[in-house]
């Protein structure tokens, strides 16, 4: 069985200071990892997303991720943030392969502040 | 890009009612879809996968006869919440797969549902 552990329930920044949400999954068979940020009372936008190949995955809105299989992590990083990146951000990891079944992390809101 | 249209967005019904809520992908053919319930400040959590034209698959601990899934068309994915209760007040988001089996995972907006 798969599971996600999202490490911060609150990251507060100030904006334009970099920021680094941490994510770390565990699971016995290959997986597909995924960060999606979600504005109040909408969906989930994906930023990025790891099914294979190189580790360091760059996504939209200047978002990035490192796949670290030894630690088993995924954590999103952006170097420099913006007020409207203020958002809840969730780390999720496919079930079995299926990327359409997804576990989620409990979440990280991200706080940023003039 | 493909979008995912979830409707209605908000939904207020009483007590012992049913309500039903439309997800469709309005540019691209999706024969599987998900539904997802987040609680308040919690995590998404998967309740069903709907594949076009045959039966809903349920998660453990998600009634199929409380959250009945009809998928009757490529592009149209419906999720009633029968007989609802105040507990079954939830923000409601359904996602779509769009192409391979390693396509992207499209969400809709989501749907808040009160149930008083």
């Known amino acids: 069985a798969q599971s996600v552990t999202q490490l911060d329930s609150q990251v507060p920044v100030f904006e334009e200071a970099p920021v680094e949400l941490r994510c770390n999954y565990s699971?016995?068979?290959?997986?597909?990892l995924f960060w999606y940020v979600q504005y109040p009372n909408q969906g989930l936008q994906l930023l990025l997303k790891?099914?294979?190949?190189?580790?360091l995955v760059k996504g939209i809105n200047g978002f990035e991720a490192e796949f670290n299989k030894s630690q088993t992590s995924f954590h999103l990083r952006k170097p420099s943030v913006h007020i409207s990146d203020t958002a809840e951000y969730f780390c999720?990891?496919?079930?079995?392969?299926?990327?359409?079944?997804?576990?989620f992390g409990q979440g990280t809101t991200l706080q940023v502040k003039p | 890009g493909a979008v995912v249209s979830q409707h209605p967005s908000w939904v207020i019904c009483k007590s012992g009612t049913s309500v039903k809520i439309e997800c469709r992908s309005l540019?691209?053919?999706?024969?599987?879809m998900f539904w997802y319930r987040q609680f308040p400040k919690q995590s998404l959590m998967l309740m069903a996968t709907?594949?076009?034209?045959?039966?809903?698959?349920?998660e453990q601990g998600v009634e199929k006869d409380k959250f009945l899934i009809n998928h009757a068309s490529l592009t149209l994915s419906t999720l009633t919440v029968t007989s609802a209760h105040p507990e079954d007040s939830s923000f409601y988001i359904c996602?779509?797969?769009?192409?391979?089996?390693?396509?992207?995972?499209?969400f809709g907006n989501g749907t808040r549902l009160t149930v008083t």
């Open positions: 996602s779509a797969l769009g192409g391979p089996y390693n396509s992207p995972l499209h």
């Open positions: 699971s016995s068979v290959s997986v597909y």
């Open positions: 790891y099914l294979s190949g190189s580790t």
């Open positions: 999720a990891v496919s079930r079995g392969g299926n990327t359409g079944k997804l576990i």
């Open positions: 540019d691209f053919q999706a024969t599987t």
């Open positions: 709907s594949n076009e034209g045959s039966k809903a698959t349920y």
